[in-house]
Structures are given as C-alpha cells and as structure tokens.
C-alpha cells in the first residue's frame, strides 16, 4: 500500500526525475536514506518503470506533430504483431494506440516538417498492409506532458 508521502515522491520524480534524494526527502520530511529506500522500493514494485529525460523537440529538429489514422482489414494475432514490429522500427512514430470505434490504431509521428509525413507513411506501407490511412496535422500544442495523476496509486 502506497501513503502520501510516496504519491508525493512519484509525482516529484515523474516532473523532474533529476531532483537530488537530499532535495526530494526535505520536500516528503523523510531523511536522506529513508526517502532512498523508498525510491528503491517504488522501482522494485514497478510503479517507476524508468527515468528519462524529455528533449525540446524544436531543438533536436522534430517540431511538427502528425496524428495518422490507420484502418486494416486484418485482426488476426499474427498481423497485430507484424503491424507491432512495423511500426516499432520507424523512430517518427512516438505512440500507438489501438482504438475503438471508426479507427483501429491511431498513431502520433513527430516530423522535421509535414512534407516529412510522406517518407515514414511510405517506410510503413512497404512494411505492412493497410486499409485506410488518414492523417492531421497538429497545429498548436494545447496541453502537453507525461506526468500522470497519482492519487489513484495503491
């Protein structure tokens, strides 16, 4: 069972997994080594997966954001995982997602530019058969971010 004071460390580490143990114990009123174990422990159990760092994507030239919708006429375990593998080697595609309803998968490609789209749409139909695939174009980032809500950890 998880307490408020390691909802508090998850939700710190999840904005900024770079802040000093020393840092994050005085900010739960934990000392050093008991705020330590239980990081450790929060790893253990896996409700940290990883640590990473979040890149500007403007700087690192990927600014643009394509969302494609993709529509197959193949449902089988085999495909699923074929289409797994397509996509999982196209460094563009950031996130997939199977859907319900109109749309089987929609994935979020981040571009150099737009006209970039149709070099990683190409490098996926060559992989794999698709239906239907649509495209739109992101034109603002309205809300952005990997933090997750923690008051629902247990």
């Known amino acids: ?11 710190m580490l999840q904005r900024d997994s770079a802040i000093a143990v020393s840092d994050l114990a005085d900010l739960v009123a934990l000392s050093v080594s008991a705020c330590s174990r239980r990081i450790q422990r929060l790893e253990e159990a896996g409700y940290i997966e990883r640590r990473i760092a979040v890149l500007n994507r403007e700087k690192v030239g990927v600014p643009t954001t394509v969302y494609a919708l993709v529509k197959t006429a193949h449902h089988t375990d085999e495909w699923t995982e074929e ?10 595609i950031v996130e997939a997602h199977r859907l319900t309803g109109h749309h089987d998968y929609i994935l979020k490609i981040v571009l150099p530019r737009v006209e970039h789209y149709d070099v990683v749409y190409r490098r996926l139909v060559r992989r794999i058969e698709l239906f239907d695939v649509s495209a739109a174009i992101s034109m603002e980032t309205m809300k952005s ?8 950890a247990v």
């Open 145 to 152: 971010g990997t933090a997750v809500p923690v008051d629902y």
């Open 83 to 92: 289409f797994r593998r397509a996509i999982g080697d196209i460094a563009e």
């Open 1 to 11: 069972m998880l307490d408020d004071r390691d909802r508090k460390i998850l939700d």
